[in-house]
């Protein structure tokens, strides 16, 4: 709504933005990303999911209305600049505690303790990417601020990352600045949070966890890189929290996904980069948002037709609302991650399944009623009436989600099997699975190649010697 607005006013034509009261502070905070710190908006009392439609005509007639009027007939206060530091301006000198003090009470840390950024550490990052300090990656909403390499440095310093992870920094930055990705919706009300999964010779490389523990603090690697996207997040991007991150119930920073990829060459199976349109052995990293995620135990049997009715039950208990981004504006953007560990696609694999056959087994078995589908639209997306038969009529979505009027016909809560994404890592010895509820095109999947430099050999010898 801001963003129309902002086109508007700079068009010349007034505009008014209808915000709900607990969105008030995000649009202050969102519009000086928009470079229109004044930008009109009218109060809407409340929250319209909760009210009768009495109060709701009420506020909206006695508050809403009125302040309409006001911000179409009145011309915009003018507003005031803030001047920020430069990019290699010392912004505070002192020790360990003051500099954290610093970082804390200027909100630049998650309230844990930082590394401090100094000239010296940062250097020695930016001598793992042949990138210029200077090179921008893009412009990131909502602050509007350009993602520069320098800015990568600092933050990676900060989040407690070793010097020779910055070629995985960089690329994770490249995809944040995907538009396919979202980065904008990266503080929408479900409180989403990024997994970042990691592929090729760099896991070893780097020593990242694969095995037992999976998705666990602990391990630097996995852990550091996991805290520093959530810092980019709020220092450069600019999602922090009462202010453009409105997460109701927020997930942390999750660590590193690194996939078992000696299991997956032992079995025959493609790793995720290939999925994502790589090749096998490119280091590669791929980001998408999730809105939770469950761990589901003892997937027992000894054979395909015995496990996976276990995995699709459990991705059918993680995905309610979210089948919203199957139709509705979603549009087919639900990209499911289910994360197995070693001995149950050794076991599917001894079959002779391969991991598309795993998906087009969810893909068929992962199933709703059309009616319970249906209701869980109604109810989820505040929209009285909602009906498959008229979206697969107007060519919307597929016609697999009415293939008969029987309310109780089985449908797919994806388009088509590879919208199913599925991870190889944890205890290679325990049969458990991992499901994530993906959060549409909010976080779209989005991967991208590692760079690393000419020297990465001696670099990273030398990195580890000391």
């Given at each position: ?389 008229e979206d697969v009529r107007f060519g919307r979505i597929p016609k697999v989600f009415f293939e008969s009027s029987d309310p109780n016909r089985l449908v797919p809560i994806v388009w088509e099997p590879e919208d199913f994404m599925i991870a190889v890592t944890g205890d290679p010895l325990r049969n458990n699975l991992y499901v994530f509820a993906h959060n549409g095109f909010l976080g779209y999947p989005t991967a991208k190649k590692i760079e690393l430099p000419r020297d990465w050999e001696r670099l990273l010898a030398a990195a580890q010697e000391s």
């Open positions: 709504m801001l963003r129309a607005s902002a086109i508007c006013e700079e068009a010349g034509y007034p505009s008014a933005s209808l915000v709900c009261e607990g969105f008030m502070g995000q649009a202050a905070t969102s519009s000086v990303g928009l470079g229109m710190p004044t930008i009109p908006v009218a109060l809407v009392p409340g929250h319209v999911g909760t009210q009768t439609k009495d109060e709701l005509r009420r506020n909206i007639l006695e508050v809403t209305t009125r302040q309409v009027a006001q911000c179409l007939m009145r011309e915009p206060a003018s507003a005031s600049t803030t001047i920020e530091p430069g990019p290699r301006d010392i912004v505070v000198r002192g020790g360990f505690k003051a500099v954290n003090r610093y970082f804390y009470e200027n909100e630049l840390s998650d309230g844990l303790p930082i590394v401090p950024p100094t000239r010296e550490a940062i250097e020695e990052f930016l001598r793992f990417t042949p990138r210029h300090a200077d090179e921008s990656l893009g412009v990131l909403l909502p602050d509007s601020r350009s993602a520069t390499i320098w800015s990568i440095a600092v933050n990676g310093v900060m989040a407690g990352c070793r010097p020779e992870y910055m070629p995985i920094l960089v690329a994770l930055v490249e995809a944040m600045c995907d538009p396919d990705y979202g980065v904008e919706h990266s503080g929408n009300t479900p409180g989403a949070d990024t997994l970042i999964i990691l592929n090729g010779p760099i896991i070893k490389d780097l020593g990242f966890n694969y095995t037992q523990g999976a998705l666990r603090d602990g391990f630097m690697p996995n852990t550091s890189i996991g805290r520093f996207w959530r810092l980019y997040l709020r220092n450069v991007t600019g999602f922090l929290p009462h202010k453009n991150d409105k997460a109701t119930y927020g997930n942390t920073w999750r660590v590193v996904l690194a996939e078992n990829e000696d299991v997956l060459r032992e079995i025959g199976w493609e790793p995720n980069s290939v999925d994502m349109g790589f090749n096998a052995g490119d280091n590669t990293v791929t980001i998408a948002r999730y809105t939770g995620g469950g761990s589901y135990s003892s997937v027992s049997g000894s054979t395909p037709e015995q496990m996976l009715p276990y995995v699709a039950d459990s991705v059918l208990k993680l995905h309610t609302w979210q089948l919203h981004f199957t139709v509705s504006h979603g549009n087919g953007t639900l990209r499911p991650l289910v994360v197995l560990t070693p001995i149950i696609v050794k076991t599917i694999a001894k079959a002779g399944w391969s991991k598309l056959d795993v998906k087009r087994y969810l893909y068929e078995h992962a199933r709703l009623p059309a009616c319970e589908f249906e209701r869980y639209l109604r109810d989820w997306t505040i929209r009285g009436t909602w009906n498959l038969e």
